[in-house]
């Protein structure tokens, strides 16, 4: 068995405080309703939509979003009661069907692909968009896309390190769900041409290092090596787990250095749609922070936040704040009632800490810190002054929005805020020419 055990000087260990959630067994719920956008990535609504008083299945198609009618599946059976807006876990107002579940758990199934050696590769490339599998790891891009890009690639990285504090779906589910991932290999393998695959996690997740050790006994001939990782952050940036398993380093995407990496769960979900037929239905989320029993709760994606956090015994502060993903990279919402999504894996309630940011101490613990080797106090002074020169000289275009420099920041700056702003606008530069 090879084996790579990181050192990371580069990263930085915080406190995980996973233990509310890492050694307790999973919980099913079904919801009464689920929520599920319908809209795209850029707000506009699908194409082909199912309608208001129309009854589906787990695994009916909703509509497709464009630009590529990419599909979008229901993930209860029952009836679509409204199509009406309402907070989704990205921070927007937005439409969603709002559908009634009639907990009968029917489904509509895809065809599974033929075994990987009869299977094509125009017929696996077609499953994969047909799978309607986004990027669990939160960007949520269409999974299809990074596949057929026609660039050669060297190696798959599963990412199984979940390095965002609280969040422990991937150890708790991942793991027990992780012969998926071998079922969709040899697939993923003869579509890409690539010649191994590194299935990274940390040394400290027993339960995730075991289900490797029995996958790759059972499946000796698909070439998975184990990556080991020390206990920091951001350990899980895809950035990193390039750097690490090829050696290389990219500039935009890490095909560049002929590697493509993705979720657990992503690969999870394809194993399923490939072998079974099943488009993604469930999604396993941690409900943690100051809620009275924290927990893993296996549900139907577009899962009400506020359903979730009453199953957890409510909430144990009086004016929380509540944040869809981790505390450094999720996304914060004012309100408990906000529909989450397919690739949410936590549903976190914080203290709403009221205090005011202190001028900058100059002390450069947001340069030390920071895993891409910014300078995120002079990126956010030059934002400050508006330099979109300086920006760009400094490459913000480069922060991966890990939320260190904020955590460490003595004068409790939001620093990666402002250092995510300063991206955009570097980004938004690059795009017109400028
Ligand atoms: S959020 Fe960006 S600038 Fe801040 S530490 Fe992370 S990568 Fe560096
Ligand atoms: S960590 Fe905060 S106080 Fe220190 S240099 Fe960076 S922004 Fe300033």
């Not at 205090?355 to 030390?368: L, Q, V």
Request: charge should be neutral.
């Amino acid at each position: 068995m090879a084996f790579h055990l990181f050192r990371s000087y580069e990263a930085t260990h915080i406190p995980g405080h996973k233990e509310q959630t890492a050694d307790a067994p999973y919980v099913t719920y079904a919801p009464e309703y689920v929520y599920i956008p319908a809209f795209d990535g850029r707000g506009n609504p699908l194409n082909n939509t199912l309608k208001v008083g129309d009854a589906v299945e787990k695994g009916s198609l909703l509509g497709t979003r464009a630009p590529d009618d990419f599909p979008i599946y229901s993930s209860v059976s029952g009836t679509i009661e409204a199509i009406e807006p309402i907070l989704t876990a990205g921070g927007r107002t937005q439409k969603v069907f709002c559908i009634h579940n009639d907990k009968k758990d029917e489904w509509t199934l895809a065809k599974p692909l033929p075994s990987w050696e009869e299977a094509t590769n125009e017929q696996i490339l077609a499953a994969m968009k047909s799978s309607g599998v986004i990027g669990m790891g939160g960007a949520g891009f269409p999974t299809y896309r990074k596949y057929n890009s026609g660039k050669p690639v060297d190696v798959l990285i599963i990412n199984a390190i979940e390095c965002e504090p609280f969040l422990t779906t991937d150890y708790v589910y991942g793991a027990e769900m992780a012969e998926y991932v071998w079922k969709a290999l040899p697939y993923l393998l003869k579509v890409t041409g690539a010649k191994r695959v590194a299935f990274c996690t940390k040394k400290d997740k027993p339960a995730l290092l075991e289900a490797y050790r029995v996958n790759h006994e059972k499946y000796p001939d698909i070439p998975v090596e184990l990556y080991a990782t020390a206990d920091k952050y951001p350990m899980g940036y895809e950035r990193n787990l390039v750097t690490l398993v090829t050696k290389k380093e990219y500039m935009n995407i890490p095909i560049e250095a002929q590697a493509i990496v993705d979720n657990i769960y992503t690969f999870i979900l394809l194993g399923r749609y490939f072998t079974e037929g099943k488009t993604p239905d469930l999604r396993c989320i941690t409900v943690a922070g100051e809620v009275k029993e924290p927990k893993n709760v296996l549900t139907p994606y577009g899962v009400a936040a506020d359903d979730l956090i009453a199953l957890a015994g409510g909430e144990t502060i009086e004016k929380g704040k509540y944040i869809n993903g981790g505390p450094l990279n999720g996304n914060c919402l004012a309100s408990s009632h906000f529909a989450t999504l397919m690739q949410s894996n936590g549903v976190l309630v914080m203290k709403a800490n009221a205090f005011r940011a202190e001028p900058c101490w100059h002390c450069g613990d947001c340069c030390k810190q920071c895993p891409m080797d910014l300078q995120p106090v002079q990126i956010q002074m030059a934002l400050k002054r508006n330099d979109l020169e300086r920006m760009k000289a400094l490459h913000a275009e480069r922060c991966c929005g890990c939320g260190l420099c904020s955590f460490v920041c003595p004068a409790r700056i939001d620093v990666s805020r402002n250092v995510q702003e300063a991206k955009a606008k570097v980004l938004m530069a690059m795009k017109e020419g400028k």
